[in-house]
């Protein structure tokens, strides 16, 4: 097949696990002989090793200097009828569903759109209303006053250039969800991304659930061993969606519960992140507690194998996660908040707690008792069979087959 792939980044960028996710899809494509043409949201470096199997075809991004997702719609605009050339065009982007409805309607080329997240239907992208509860409806009226109440203190551009980033991720939203129809398919994540988009509208006939691809750098052998002092780790951006907050009190009190030390690695950056070190330090336990920031992805695979349990107490609705796979991948046992569809992504590999501190402490003493981590440990290196290339990599080749027979 001849395929357009429309990037969130560039293939091989460090960045969101959204950006490691469409490259693995691009590469793996290209390694099965498919014709893969990559049109970058971010231009890449000059100096950037791309796989010579898969062409780039650079977009010239101006315009709207605030935001440049209407940038990226534009660009790919003025050249909507070269993806007539394409039998298929996939964007990763779920933002630039206006300009793929337009392809639909004007070329030959089936499309598909990948739901990765809530921003098809939230300018939060995390249909939290309020920050306080699921948001199960969306308008322009709910939307703005959600957009503007919560771009609060700890968003580092702050709160104004939040808020109008917001609205405009709104107008592009409802420019989308005219062009819903126009779509030939839509790729969700998880089941419970499949369900909330039909819930909100999308024709579930045309969602097709293919999960995250793994990425092998973390098929390797755990390290730790199980015992006291435990070493928890938390891999992600320091945000409130995320449950950050939830992390220090949880390990002051295991360790106020626990005979042997309790330790914690937390591995990003985001706004919470002095807030939790100032909390650490007010409970007397920033000894035990290591902020290391953004690590390259070449290191996290022998930090993830080194720990004892990777924890997330996040708050939304998780639409998948890749640093799940990567814990699993590991032999690292998940202990995680029931939240989306992590639960079935984790299967035996660990326990979904319901988000509360009470809830992971208790979770993750039962799993300090006996045998019971290095259990998980090995269930873990089954459960991730699901989501290895050989297996998830046809299930695209085979939504692109039905796109262009329809």
Known sequence: ?????????????????????????????????????????????????????????????????????????????????????????????????????????????????????????????????????????????????????????????????????????????????????????????????????????????????????????FSRPHESDFDAPYDLLYVGSLDEHKGVDRLVPILNRLNDRVSGAVRLTVVGDGGHRTDMEQRAADSAIEDRVTFTGWLPNDDLPGVFAAHDCFVYPGRWDEPFGRVFLEALATGTPVVASDVGSVAEIVGDGGVTTDGSVDGFVAALRDLFDGEKLATRSSAAGREVAAYRAETVVPQFEELYERVIER
């Open 1 to 217: 097949m001849k395929l357009g792939f429309v990037h969130p980044s560039y293939p091989k960028s460090e960045g969101t696990g959204a950006t490691h996710s469409a490259s693995r899809i691009v590469f793996e494509l290209a390694d099965r002989g498919h014709d893969v043409t990559v049109y970058p949201w971010e231009r890449p470096p000059e100096d950037a090793a791309i796989d010579a199997d898969v062409s780039i075809r650079p977009l010239e991004l101006s315009g709207y200097p605030y935001h440049s997702a209407f940038q990226l719609n534009d660009a790919l605009r003025k050249r909507v009828a070269e993806f007539d050339e394409y039998d298929v065009v996939h964007s990763y982007v779920m933002n630039s569903m206006p300009v793929l409805g337009e392809i639909a309607a004007r070329t030959s080329a089936a499309t598909v759109v990948t739901l990765n997240a809530y921003g098809g239907i939230c300018p939060k992208n995390d249909l939290r209303y309020m920050d306080r509860e699921p948001c199960t409806s969306n308008g322009l009226a709910k939307c703005t006053a959600c957009s503007l109440a919560t771009s609060g203190s700890h968003d580092e551009d702050g709160p104004l250039y939040r808020s109008a980033s917001r609205l405009g991720y709104l107008k592009l939203i409802r420019e989308g969800e005219r062009m819903v129809d126009e779509i030939d398919a839509y790729h969700a994540l998880s089941p419970h991304i499949e369900a909330t988009y039909a819930d909100f509208g999308f024709p579930p006939e045309r969602l097709t659930v293919i999960p995250n691809i793994l990425d092998e750098r």
